[in-house]
Antibody, heavy 122, light 110 residues
């Protein structure tokens, strides 16, 4: 069974750096057909794609947030990590990680984590 | 990477069909056949319903179909059922391994 699970702080202060971890199971981050993205959703608002990492470690970022984001992976631990610097209350959102599986579902997010809610407040 | 444009809401009665549009540009929707659609019930994670414009993942009912013309993609749900009431989001590949989502559409089953 393929699963992704997000973990990280529930509350961060403005200007702090957020670090989120996505732990995957049921597939390998070294699989050439697989990749993992981070996507967020502010309360009552739309989904926003943030960043993606491929099996070959190639990375891509949202243009508007690129300066604040870093995505990385530890294949041996089946983890994908997202850091976002200089957090602001507008960054309050549920953060999801999701898989792209080019083998079965093209360039789409076929499996999602349950999401983790992050609140930015002093 | 401007968000794709979706209607804020659509509605239909059980058994009817509804279509949700998703308008982008030649740099995203119109430039690639990588449009996907997601269904999201309140408090839940999104679920993939359509990928590569018109393909259905295993387990998704064939009442759900997708298409694209130019810079606009569409999701059609036929034979509406109560459980289809949810938010729907389109997403497109936007080049250089980036993605962009739509603003979301709330579907109400009357």
């Amino acid at each position: 069974q393929v699963t992704l699970k997000e973990s990280g702080p529930v509350l961060v202060k403005p200007t702090e750096t957020l670090t989120l971890t996505c732990t995957v199971s049921g597939f390998s981050l070294s699989n050439a057909k697989m990749g993992v993205s981070w996507i967020r959703q502010p309360p009552g608002k739309a989904l926003e794609w943030l960043a993606h990492i491929f099996s070959n470690d190639e990375k891509s970022y949202s243009t508007s947030l690129k300066s604040r984001l870093t995505i990385s992976k530890d294949t041996s631990k089946s983890r994908v990590v997202l850091t976002m610097t200089n957090m602001d209350p507008v960054d309050t959102a549920t953060y999801y990680c999701a898989r792209i599986n080019d083998d079965t579902s093209g360039y789409a997010f076929d499996i999602w984590g349950q999401g983790t809610m992050v609140t930015v407040s002093s | 990477q401007s968000a794709l444009t979706q209607p804020r809401s659509v509605s239909g009665s059980p058994g009817q069909s509804v279509t949700i549009s998703c308008t982008g540009t030649s740099s995203d929707v119109g430039g690639y056949n990588y449009v996907s659609w997601y269904q999201q019930h309140p408090g839940k994670a999104p679920k993939l319903m359509i990928y590569d414009v018109s393909k259905r993942p295993s387990g998704v009912p064939d009442r759900f179909s997708g298409s694209k013309s130019g810079n606009t993609a569409s999701l059609t749900i036929s034979g509406l059922q109560a459980e289809d009431e949810a938010d729907y989001y389109c997403c497109s590949y936007a080049g250089r391994y980036t993605s962009v989502f739509g603003g979301g559409t709330k579907l109400t089953v009357l």
